[in-house]
């Protein structure tokens, strides 16, 4: 089964830019999608198909992907961006969808 | 507004059944997939499967395939999680989610979840 691979977590500080990988086989080949999770929050969806952004996220939030890995980006970080992110991918080998394991995001 | 509602925490004995629910409003429920996400305590987020409403057509990840039931009835919007018999470690957080397109597309409204919790 396809598997992706995230840092446990990143640090940055304020007003910095951060920059979590989601890392796959070939997964440039692949649409990747984003979601920041708060605690005690369902989670949210920021990038969708490696870097559109939906209505209500910031332009501070951006994706690319290229080869084996994937890379969301969030420039000037703020206090509020402190939070888990998970990358997901659909797999089309077995027809199923598949999530990171996730990355904490430690705002210093 | 396009929402999905979750039914209420629930707290269970090991070997007792149990089936949660996720109602979709705000959009043509029959259209769009519904998948279901498990978050284990201090855990991430784990695909459990997907359920197309308009005709039930369902996929299961191979973790879950055979531990668990997803269904729905499309004529009240609704999809279903069920278990046949809990276990201790079906103990967590459980997200409804729609597919916003199928097959490689993310998932764009989430319910607020369903705490499951299985103890003796």
């Known amino acids: 089964s396809y598997v992706l691979t995230q840092p446990p977590s990143v640090s940055v500080a304020p007003g910095k830019t951060a920059r979590i990988t989601c890392g796959g086989n070939n997964i440039g080949s692949k649409s990747v999608h984003w979601y920041q999770q708060k605690p005690g929050q369902a989670p949210v969806l920021v990038i969708y198909?490696?870097?559109d952004r939906p209505s209500g996220i910031p332009e501070r939030f951006s994706g690319s992907n290229s080869g084996n890995t994937a890379t969301l980006t969030i420039s000037r970080v703020e206090a509020g961006d402190e939070a888990d992110y998970y990358c997901q991918v659909w797999d089309s080998s077995s027809d199923h969808q598949v999530f990171g394991g996730g990355t904490k995001l430690t705002v210093l | 507004e396009v929402q999905l509602v979750q039914s209420g925490a629930e707290v269970k004995k090991p070997g007792e059944s149990l089936k949660i629910s996720c109602k979709g409003s705000?959009?043509?429920?029959?259209?769009?997939?519904i998948g279901w996400v498990r978050q284990m305590p201090g855990k991430g987020l784990e695909w459990m499967g997907i359920?197309?409403?308009?005709?039930?057509?369902?996929r299961y990840s191979p973790s879950f395939q055979g531990q668990v039931t997803i269904s729905a009835d499309k004529s009240i919007s609704t999809a279903y999680l069920q278990w046949s018999s809990l276990k201790a470690s079906d103990t967590a957080m459980y997200y409804c989610?729609?597919?916003?397109?199928?097959?490689?597309?993310?998932?764009?409204?989430w319910g607020q979840g369903t705490l499951v919790t299985v103890s003796s």
């Open positions: 989610a729609r597919l916003g397109s199928y097959p490689s597309g993310y998932f764009d409204y």
């Open positions: 198909y490696d870097s």
């Open positions: 359920i197309y409403p308009g005709d039930s057509d369902t």
């Open positions: 705000g959009y043509s429920f029959t259209s769009y997939w």
